[in-house]
């Protein structure tokens, strides 16, 4: 066995080992296929206020930008569905903000690969990334063969469906490389039929700037009215597109304790949650994703989804 493909081996066990769902490799190049369909997005502003998905354009695209003499990308899959959800009459949550903020918990993972594979294999050199720098993880993982992306835009996968987090190691050490696998969403229209707000424009291609997600937690300012949207009880995030994907229907639930909620979340009411202090959500939401919108923004949109009637039921 040659040293390439030991050393693939040892990271895809090692990655086994810390709890990743799966581990694809793929070769840091130029994402040729990507490059336009990136532009025309950013052209069509579908973006909206988030600027800066328009920094860094050539990082985004080559990942040698990132880690000077890139070789390697390692994208890596970690579960998130959980075994318990919200009650169904409430406002709802997007099911990856439960726990704890999952950027601090897979980092953590991920230091412990990279530092795994330096023991192991010696002077090499890597960064680890969660969400957190200009790269196009779900489509280093499609084309490490993880899955592919389908019409709603997420990484989907036959055994597991969609409900997992993307992580990747950007390493100068040349390994085994995966190769994409074929896309199995057919005929299939459910996310497209099922997004209240249309922001699956066409498939393959969502306008961030319609979707719940972007109005509920990247959009700073008030929400604006008279948009004619039913955001359907999301105020943080939404899962809309998976909860109807067929392909969830193979989600298992995960073994992450950091990713457990606080009892509150799966039990509060709309009332409870309308009435809801800033001492409450300060315990509820310590060190997890729901903080990045603050006590404020998850007022705000408790308000406007009660107001715009989507609240209103039941």
Known sequence: MDARHRHTQFIKAEAKRLGFLSCGISEATFLEEEAPRLEAWLKNSMQGEMSYMANHFDKRLDP?????????????????????????????????????????????????????????????????????????????????????????????????????????????????????????????????????????????????????????????????????????????GCDICQDVCPWNRFATPHKEPAFDPKPELLTNSRQEWEELTEEVFRRVFDQSAVERTKFSGLKRNIAYVKDSGSGDKG
């Open 64 to 236: 040698r930008l990132l880690v000077p003499g890139a070789k390697s990308v390692v994208s890596l899959l970690y579960n998130y569905f959980p075994s318990k959800t919200q009650r169904d009459d409430t406002y709802k949550i997007s099911k990856y903000a439960y726990g704890e903020d999952y950027h601090y918990v897979i980092k953590r993972k991920l230091r412990q690969l990279l530092s795994g594979i330096q023991e192991a294999v010696g002077a090499v050199h890597g960064r680890v990334f969660v969400d957190s720098a200009p790269v196009l993880d779900k489509a280093w993982a499609a084309r490490s063969g993880l899955g592919w992306i389908g019409k709603n835009s997420n990484l989907l996968t036959k055994e597991v469906g969609s409900y997992y987090f993307i992580a990747e190691l950007i390493l100068d050490l040349e390994l085994d490389y995966d190769g994409p696998v074929t896309d199995h969403c057919g005929t299939c229209t459910a996310c497209i039929d099922a997004c209240p707000t249309d922001a699956i424009v066409k498939p393959y291609v969502v306008d961030g700037s319609r979707c719940i997600s972007y109005f509920t937690i990247e959009l700073k300012n008030e929400l604006p009215q008279g948009l004619g949207m039913d955001f359907d009880d999301w105020v943080f």
